[in-house]
T-cell receptor, first 113, second 111 residues
Framework: SQTIHQWPATLVQPVGSPLSLECTVEGTSNPNLYWYRQAAGRGLQLLFY??????ISSEVPQNLSASRPQDRQFILSSKKLLLSDSGFYLC????????????FGPGTRLTVL | KQEVTQIPAALSVPEGENLVLNCSFTDSAIYNLQWFRQDPGKGLTSLLLIQSSQREQTSGRLNASLDKSSGRSTLYIAASQPGDSATYLC??????????WGAGTKLIIKP
C-alpha cells in the first residue's frame, strides 16, 4: 500500500529564516506530487506540482520554491520566510491510474514569528 | 474559470440525525469530484470519488451524489455520530493535474 510522509509536523521559524519541508511517498512509482498551503479558515491553495524528477510547475508567485531530487521526494523551500508564509502545508500524490484521486500527507504546521 | 462553493460553512446537529452537505461548481465539464474529510490539525482523508459518468458513490454511512447538469454534489451522512465531526471538503477535477477546492463545511455532531 502507498504511504506519504511529511516532516516536520510543526515548525516555528523567525521572519527571514530559511525553510525546508520534506515529503516522501512509498509504495508507488512516478507519482504526480503536489504542495498545497491551507491558511486558517480558508480552502487549499495549490503552490507547486511535479510530474517527474526535476520537473516543477509553480501556480502562484511567491518566495517559496520546490524541488524533486528523487522520484518519490518533494521538497518545499524558502530562502527568507515572511509572516504571510504561516499556514498548514500539505503534500499530496496522485498515481497515474487513480482517476485523478489525490492522497494527502499529515501536513506541516508552520508559524512564522 | 471553475469555482467551487460549499454551503453552509458550518453546521451543528444532534447525534443520530441524517444530514446533507452541499457542493456546487460553475463549470459542468468535470472529470470527477472528490469528497475529503479533515480533522483539526491533520491532513486530508479521501472519502469518496465520483467519476463524471457516475451519479453516486457509497461507502458505509456516506453517500455522495453528482448532478453535473446542475453543477451540484451532495454528501449524505446517515445516523451521524460525534466521530463524524470534522471539516468536509469537496474538490473538482477537470481532467488535468489540478483539483479546484471548496472552502469546506465544518461539521459538529453534538452528543
Amino acid at each position: 500500500s502507498q504511504t506519504i510522509h511529511q516532516w516536520p509536523a510543526t515548525l516555528v521559524q523567525p521572519v527571514g529564516s530559511p525553510l525546508s519541508l520534506e515529503c516522501t511517498v512509498e509504495g508507488t512509482s512516478n507519482p504526480n506530487l503536489y504542495w498545497y498551503r491551507q491558511a486558517a479558515g480558508r480552502g487549499l491553495q495549490l503552490l507547486f506540482y511535479s510530474v517527474g524528477i526535476g520537473q516543477i510547475s509553480s501556480e502562484v508567485p511567491q518566495n517559496l520554491s520546490a524541488s524533486r531530487p528523487q522520484d518519490r521526494q518533494f521538497i518545499l523551500s524558502s530562502k527568507k520566510l515572511l509572516l504571510s508564509d504561516s499556514g498548514f502545508y500539505l503534500c499530496a500524490w496522485r498515481g497515474l491510474s487513480s482517476y485523478n484521486e489525490q492522497f494527502f500527507g499529515p501536513g506541516t504546521r508552520l508559524t512564522v514569528l | 474559470k471553475q469555482e467551487v462553493t460549499q454551503i453552509p460553512a458550518a453546521l451543528s446537529v444532534p447525534e443520530g440525525e441524517n444530514l446533507v452537505l452541499n457542493c456546487s461548481f460553475t463549470d459542468s465539464a468535470i472529470y470527477n469530484l472528490q469528497w475529503f474529510r479533515q480533522d483539526p490539525g491533520k491532513g486530508l482523508t479521501s472519502l469518496l470519488l465520483i467519476q463524471s459518468s457516475q451519479r453516486e458513490q457509497t461507502s458505509g454511512r456516506l453517500n455522495a451524489s453528482l448532478d453535473k447538469s446542475s453543477g451540484r454534489s451532495t454528501l449524505y451522512i446517515a445516523a451521524s455520530q460525534p466521530g463524524d465531526s470534522a471539516t468536509y471538503l469537496c474538490a473538482v477535477s477537470s481532467g488535468n493535474y489540478q483539483l479546484i477546492w471548496g472552502a469546506g463545511t465544518k461539521l459538529i455532531i453534538k452528543p
